[in-house]
Protein backbone atom coordinates (compact mmCIF):
# COMPACT_ATOMS: atom_id res chain seq x y z
CA UNK A 1 0.00 0.00 0.00
CA UNK A 2 1.62 2.93 -1.28
CA UNK A 3 -1.00 5.86 -0.06
CA UNK A 4 0.26 8.40 1.39
CA UNK A 5 -2.34 9.28 4.10
CA UNK A 6 -2.97 5.33 4.45
CA UNK A 7 0.84 5.54 5.47
CA UNK A 8 -0.09 8.42 8.06
CA UNK A 9 -2.66 6.12 9.48
CA UNK A 10 -0.35 3.46 10.32
CA UNK A 11 2.74 5.48 11.91
CA UNK A 12 4.77 5.17 9.07
CA UNK A 13 5.11 8.85 8.18
CA UNK A 14 5.15 11.36 10.72
CA UNK A 15 2.32 13.81 11.32
CA UNK A 16 1.28 16.34 13.27
CA UNK A 17 -1.63 13.99 14.40
CA UNK A 18 -4.50 16.33 16.22
CA UNK A 19 -7.24 13.05 16.28
CA UNK A 20 -6.99 9.59 16.59
CA UNK A 21 -9.78 6.78 16.72
CA UNK A 22 -10.85 3.90 15.47
CA UNK A 23 -12.30 5.63 12.45
CA UNK A 24 -10.90 8.72 11.79
CA UNK A 25 -7.53 10.24 11.86
CA UNK A 26 -6.88 14.69 11.77
CA UNK A 27 -3.33 15.87 11.18
CA UNK A 28 -2.14 19.67 10.41
CA UNK A 29 -1.51 19.96 6.77
CA UNK A 30 2.15 20.02 6.03
CA UNK A 31 1.54 23.22 3.60
CA UNK A 32 -1.31 24.95 5.58
CA UNK A 33 -2.92 27.33 3.89
CA UNK A 34 -4.55 29.39 7.12
CA UNK A 35 -3.57 29.43 10.66
CA UNK A 36 -5.74 26.66 11.05
CA UNK A 37 -5.63 23.78 8.54
CA UNK A 38 -6.28 20.47 9.43
CA UNK A 39 -7.12 17.72 7.30
CA UNK A 40 -9.27 15.01 8.35
CA UNK A 41 -9.67 11.51 6.80
CA UNK A 42 -11.34 8.33 7.18
CA UNK A 43 -8.48 5.84 8.57
CA UNK A 44 -9.90 2.75 6.15
CA UNK A 45 -8.89 3.87 2.41
CA UNK A 46 -11.32 5.57 0.21
CA UNK A 47 -9.87 7.30 -2.97
CA UNK A 48 -12.04 10.30 -3.42
CA UNK A 49 -15.75 11.24 -3.02
CA UNK A 50 -16.94 9.30 -5.95
CA UNK A 51 -16.01 6.14 -4.06
CA UNK A 52 -18.55 6.45 -1.27
CA UNK A 53 -21.18 4.16 -1.07
CA UNK A 54 -24.13 4.27 1.70
CA UNK A 55 -22.28 2.16 3.82
CA UNK A 56 -20.27 5.15 4.72
CA UNK A 57 -23.34 7.19 5.48
CA UNK A 58 -22.91 6.84 9.56
CA UNK A 59 -19.12 7.71 9.32
CA UNK A 60 -19.65 10.56 6.93
CA UNK A 61 -21.50 11.77 9.55
CA UNK A 62 -19.11 11.48 12.11
CA UNK A 63 -16.45 13.44 10.00
CA UNK A 64 -18.67 16.34 9.96
CA UNK A 65 -19.17 15.79 13.56
CA UNK A 66 -15.72 15.72 14.09
CA UNK A 67 -14.77 18.38 12.32
CA UNK A 68 -17.11 20.83 14.10
CA UNK A 69 -15.34 19.27 17.30
CA UNK A 70 -11.76 20.85 16.32
CA UNK A 71 -12.99 23.90 15.14
CA UNK A 72 -13.97 24.40 18.52
CA UNK A 73 -11.10 23.01 19.97
CA UNK A 74 -8.91 25.48 17.47
CA UNK A 75 -10.75 28.44 18.81
CA UNK A 76 -12.28 29.19 15.07
CA UNK A 77 -15.96 29.01 15.94
CA UNK A 78 -16.58 32.07 16.22
CA UNK A 79 -15.42 33.50 13.76
CA UNK A 80 -16.16 30.88 11.34
CA UNK A 81 -13.73 28.80 9.31
CA UNK A 82 -14.45 26.41 6.21
CA UNK A 83 -14.63 22.18 5.65
CA UNK A 84 -13.48 21.48 1.90
CA UNK A 85 -13.23 18.35 -0.12
CA UNK A 86 -11.50 17.99 -3.32
CA UNK A 87 -12.71 15.13 -5.78
CA UNK A 88 -10.57 14.62 -8.57
CA UNK A 89 -9.00 16.11 -11.40
CA UNK A 90 -11.08 19.09 -11.95
CA UNK A 91 -11.28 19.40 -8.61
CA UNK A 92 -7.66 19.41 -7.24
CA UNK A 93 -7.36 16.56 -5.74
CA UNK A 94 -4.11 15.40 -5.34
CA UNK A 95 -3.91 12.78 -2.77
CA UNK A 96 -6.09 9.77 -3.71
CA UNK A 97 -7.03 9.02 0.15
CA UNK A 98 -10.41 11.08 0.83
CA UNK A 99 -9.64 14.18 3.33
CA UNK A 100 -11.69 17.04 4.49
CA UNK A 101 -9.91 20.46 4.95
CA UNK A 102 -10.56 22.20 7.94
CA UNK A 103 -9.51 26.21 7.40
CA UNK A 104 -9.57 28.88 9.63
CA UNK A 105 -8.02 32.03 11.62
CA UNK A 106 -7.84 34.07 9.02
CA UNK A 107 -11.10 35.27 6.44
CA UNK A 108 -10.72 33.23 3.91
CA UNK A 109 -11.39 34.12 -0.25
CA UNK A 110 -14.87 34.85 -1.15
CA UNK A 111 -14.40 32.48 -4.17
CA UNK A 112 -14.53 29.00 -3.58
CA UNK A 113 -12.65 27.71 -6.87
P1 LIG B 1 -5.77 17.97 -2.07
O1 LIG B 1 -5.32 18.95 -3.12
O2 LIG B 1 -7.17 18.25 -1.58
O3 LIG B 1 -5.57 16.52 -2.49
O4 LIG B 1 -4.86 18.25 -0.81
C1 LIG B 1 -3.82 17.45 -0.40
C2 LIG B 1 -3.25 18.13 0.81
O5 LIG B 1 -2.39 17.23 1.48
C3 LIG B 1 -2.44 19.39 0.51
O6 LIG B 1 -3.01 20.50 1.18
C4 LIG B 1 -1.06 19.04 1.02
O7 LIG B 1 -0.39 20.16 1.58
C5 LIG B 1 -1.34 17.97 2.04
N1 LIG B 1 -0.26 17.03 2.30
C6 LIG B 1 0.52 16.40 1.41
N2 LIG B 1 1.40 15.60 2.02
C7 LIG B 1 1.19 15.74 3.36
C8 LIG B 1 1.78 15.19 4.53
N3 LIG B 1 2.80 14.29 4.46
N4 LIG B 1 1.32 15.58 5.74
C9 LIG B 1 0.32 16.47 5.83
N5 LIG B 1 -0.30 17.01 4.77
C10 LIG B 1 0.13 16.66 3.55
ZN1 LIG C 1 -5.15 5.56 1.67
Excluded at 10 to 25: F, M, Q, R, S, T
Excluded at 71 to 91: F, N, P
Amino acid sequence: MECLFCQIVAGEIPADIVHYDEELVAFRDINPQAPTHILIIPKAHVASMTELTDKQQALMGRLILLAKELAEKEGISERGYRLSVSCGADGGQLVPHLHFHLLGGRKLDDRLG
